[in-house]
């Protein structure tokens, strides 16, 4: 079955512990991106990816990092995480096409205490 | 930069209503435009979409038409149900740096 999978869906914990959200998608894309969900601002991006060792910060990059060594992969670090980093959480893949569909993760709840 | 402007909500509608969610944007380009839906407790999920002007995307009874000279890009529905309550975000992507820019999402709630 074509998916994007995330882990963990659903995370809480303290502020300055070191935390990884994996990202993986079986579809052969070459697109990958991160956003947060937030209410009342909707979905931002933090990064994305347009290969294998190429990433690009989105609206949001501030407090994240990425990499991208396998296709498949894309992990959101967050090295340092703080309350305000408290959101919900969504990996897309999709392939880099002018009309791409991105195909989304289940998302990620995070909460930072 | 690029942006999309859509009402928040929440739209409540009695069921078999017609339903429209604005979508304008602004972009540089010709982009590419979407409908996204997301049903409680899951992700986004493509609904239709359009990648040039005049197109009309359409899927399970929504449409909405690309609209350059008024950079809109609309949905409608004739008939809205119960099971069509959800969160749309309308999305574009432009130029060739795969960038996509969402709208902040608007909660549809359809009742009996």
């Known amino acids: 079955e074509a998916q994007v999978t995330q882990n963990p869906r659903y995370l809480i914990t303290v502020t300055g512990k070191k935390l990884t959200v994996t990202c993986s998608q079986n579809?052969?894309?070459?697109?990958m991106s991160w956003y947060r969900q937030d209410p009342g601002l909707g979905l931002r991006q933090i990064y994305y990816?347009?290969?294998?060792?190429?990433?690009d910060k989105g609206d949001v990059p501030e407090g994240y990092k990425v990499s991208r060594k396998e296709k498949r992969n894309f992990p959101l670090i967050l090295e340092s995480p703080s309350p305000n980093q408290t959101s919900l959480y969504f990996c897309?893949?999709?392939?880099?096409?002018?009309?791409?569909?991105?195909?989304f993760g289940p998302g990620t709840r995070l909460t930072v205490l | 930069g690029d942006s999309v402007t859509q009402m928040e909500g929440p739209v409540t509608l009695s069921e078999e209503a017609f339903l429209t969610i604005n979508c304008t944007y602004t972009?540089?380009?010709?982009?590419?435009l979407f409908w996204y839906v997301q049903y409680p407790g899951e992700g986004l999920q493509l609904l239709l979409k359009?990648?040039?002007?005049?197109d009309k995307g359409s899927n399970k009874g929504f449409e909405a038409t690309y609209r350059k000279e008024t950079t809109s890009f609309h949905l409608e529905k004739g008939s809205v149900q119960v099971s069509d309550s959800a969160v749309y975000f309308c999305?574009?992507?432009?130029?060739?740096?795969?960038?996509?820019?969402f709208g902040i999402g608007t909660k549809l709630q359809v009742i009996p």
């Open positions: 579809m052969n894309h070459e697109y």
């Open positions: 897309a893949s999709s392939l880099l096409t002018s009309s791409n569909e991105q195909f």
């Open positions: 972009a540089t380009g010709y982009p590419s």
């Open positions: 990816s347009m290969n294998v060792e190429v990433t």
């Open positions: 999305a574009l992507v432009s130029g060739g740096y795969q960038k996509v820019t």
């Open positions: 359009a990648t040039k002007a005049d």
